[in-house]
């Protein structure tokens, strides 16, 4: 294909139909390949943020601050090759198991990030907020549409999945989620419970075996371990404050 072809393939991808309409007068001119080059930027700026604004990420540590000498076990290639997001490509799931405040959320930020700058759609959310929200929807057509909205994403991640138990409804919500994204769309879960344990996390639940099941069918598990960060970083700032306190004591007289 000559780079003029090339050109108009672009535009016509960007839906320019009044430059198209008279491509055989404009086409060959100098300020053509810039404009298009102008268009195609600005759309990808605007794409991303309004990709950004959906995800609901928040605030996160970039994965090079990352401390890895501080987990007792931590899987450093596995985490960084996620980065790659060759994951998706198969509909593979990641399941990051650990501790509370070793850094889970933190991965799973990142990788949300990273994912959204390589043009994919995303929607990070814990999962208290996703099950309390459709839980709490009234109607069966209301319920639909949410569902179909997290479904829909080429990366949905779900974040602290066994800091709280859920009921039956919930367990089920979970599993119908799960189950329409199966073999289909990657899906991250964070968790701080061994899945021999999600029995405490959906207390009675039927489906926990099969929510399991499907989950699991085509995932990479991750185990994170260690201290807590959170209380790491938390004692950190405390001696920094005695110590301040310390030398801004004024001498006795």
């Known amino acids: 294909m000559s ?5 108009r393939t672009r535009a016509e991808a960007l839906r320019l139909y009044g430059l198209l309409a ?4 404009v086409g060959p001119a100098d300020w053509v390949p810039p404009l298009v080059q102008w268009e195609e930027d600005e ?63 933190m991965v799973a930020r990142n990788l949300a990030h990273q994912a959204l700058i390589h043009g994919h ?23 639909r549409r949410r569902l179909r909205h997290y479904a829909a994403p080429d990366l949905l991640l779900i ?9 039956n409804r919930h367990a089920d919500l979970l599993f119908e989620l799960i189950n329409r994204r199966y073999e289909t769309k990657s899906t991250v879960v964070t968790t701080n ?7 405490e996390v959906f207390p009675n639940a039927s ?8 989950l699991l069918h085509h995932a990479e598990v991750i185990a994170i371990n260690g201290e807590s960060y959170r209380l790491k970083d938390a004692q950190e700032r405390a001696s920094q404050r005695a110590q301040k306190r310390k030398t801004q004591r004024p001498e006795a007289p």
């Open 121 to 143: 759609t995303v929607v990070f959310i814990t999962a208290g907020q996703l099950l309390g929200e459709l839980a709490s929807l009234d109607s069966d057509s209301a319920l």
């Open 3 to 7: 780079d003029l072809e090339s050109l």
């Open 22 to 25: 008279h491509w055989p007068e």
């Open 159 to 167: 974040d602290e999945v066994g800091y709280l138990s859920y009921a």
């Open 207 to 214: 489906c926990v075996v099969s929510l399991v099941d499907r």
């Open 193 to 199: 419970k061994a899945f021999a344990d999600w029995h």
């Open 43 to 105: 759309r990808a700026r605007r794409s991303l943020e309004r990709r950004l604004g959906a995800a609901h990420i928040g605030r996160f540590k970039p994965l090079c601050d990352f401390d890895w000498k501080w987990p007792k076990h931590c899987d450093r290639m596995a985490l960084e090759a996620l980065m790659t997001l060759e994951f998706l490509t198969d509909a593979t799931n990641i399941v990051l198991v650990g501790p509370n405040g070793v850094g889970k959320s």
